[in-house]
C-alpha cells in the first residue's frame, strides 16, 4: 500500500468551477501538508502548505488537513485556464529536513 | 535570487553507458535533496545531503547510482551503467539549513531517456 494515495484523474471541469482535490495518507508522523503545481517540463512549484489539522486560504485556493481522517484537500475557487496543471500532494513529518513523500498527482484540465 | 538550477534538461543515452545530472541549490541553502519520477509513478525521494555529508540515502535504488556533493555547493548524481528502467525525471530541491519552518524549493528536473 502506498503511503499517499492521489486520484491521478484526469480531471477536467468548466471555467468557473470550483475545483476539488484531495489525498488520504497511512503514516500517523505526517505533520507537514503541501500542495505543489507542476505545469509540463517544469518542477514542482509550491502553492501551500500547512502544519497538522486545519484550514488555509490564499487567494483563490483553500487547504484543508483532516489528522483524525488521515485526508487532506485542496480547493480552488472561480477556476481560471490557467490553473491547468498537475496537482501534487506532499507530505513530511518536517518541513524543511526530511524528505518529501508524494501523491502521484491529478491533472486537471480548466476548459474557458 | 536564482532558483535551483539543473543541466542538462534532456539527456538520451544508450543502455550501458554513463550519465551525470548536476544540481545548483538555491545559494546558500545547505540541505539539498535528489528526487526521481519514472513514468505513470509518484515522484520518489532519493537522497539528502546536508552540506557534504548524506544525510539519507535510503531511496538510492541500486549501487550503479553514485550521488556526490563535494565542498558542500552542487551536487552530481551519476548513473553507470545506464539501465532502460532508470528513465525518467530527476529532480532536485532545496532548503536551508535551519529549514523547520520552509518547504522545498524543486529545479526543473533533468529528463533522463535510456536506449
Known amino acids: 500500500q502506498k503511503e499517499v494515495e492521489q486520484d491521478p484523474g484526469p480531471l477536467s471541469v468548466p471555467e468557473g468551477a470550483i475545483v476539488s482535490l484531495n489525498c488520504t495518507y497511512s503514516n500517523s508522523a505526517f505533520q507537514y501538508f503541501m500542495w505543489y503545481r507542476q505545469y509540463s517540463r517544469k518542477g514542482p512549484e509550491l502553492l501551500m502548505y500547512t502544519y497538522s489539522s486545519g484550514n488555509k486560504e490564499d487567494g483563490r485556493f483553500t487547504a484543508q488537513v483532516d489528522k483524525s481522517s488521515k485526508y487532506i484537500s485542496l480547493f480552488i475557487r472561480d477556476s481560471q485556464p490557467s490553473d491547468s496543471a498537475t496537482y501534487l500532494c506532499a507530505m513530511s513529518a518536517d518541513l524543511g529536513a526530511q524528505k518529501l513523500v508524494f501523491g502521484q498527482g491529478t491533472r486537471l484540465t480548466i476548459n474557458p | 535570487e536564482a532558483g535551483v538550477t539543473q543541466f542538462p534538461s534532456h539527456s538520451v543515452i544508450e543502455k550501458g553507458q554513463t550519465v551525470t545530472l548536476r544540481c545548483d541549490p538555491i545559494s546558500g541553502h545547505d540541505n539539498l535533496y535528489w528526487y526521481r519520477r519514472v513514468m505513470g509513478k509518484e515522484i520518489k525521494f532519493l537522497l539528502h545531503?546536508?552540506?557534504?555529508?548524506?544525510?539519507?540515502e535510503s531511496g538510492m535504488p541500486n549501487n550503479r547510482f553514485l550521488a556526490e556533493r563535494t565542498g558542500g555547493t552542487y551536487s552530481t548524481l551519476k548513473v553507470q551503467p545506464a539501465e532502460l528502467e532508470d528513465s525518467g525525471v530527476y529532480f532536485c530541491?532545496?532548503?536551508?539549513?535551519?529549514?523547520?519552518?520552509?518547504?522545498?524549493?524543486f529545479g526543473d528536473g533533468t529528463r533522463l531517456s535510456i536506449l
Open positions: 530541491a532545496s532548503t536551508e539549513f535551519w529549514a523547520t519552518n520552509q518547504p522545498q524549493h
Open positions: 545531503f546536508v552540506k557534504e555529508s548524506k544525510q539519507d
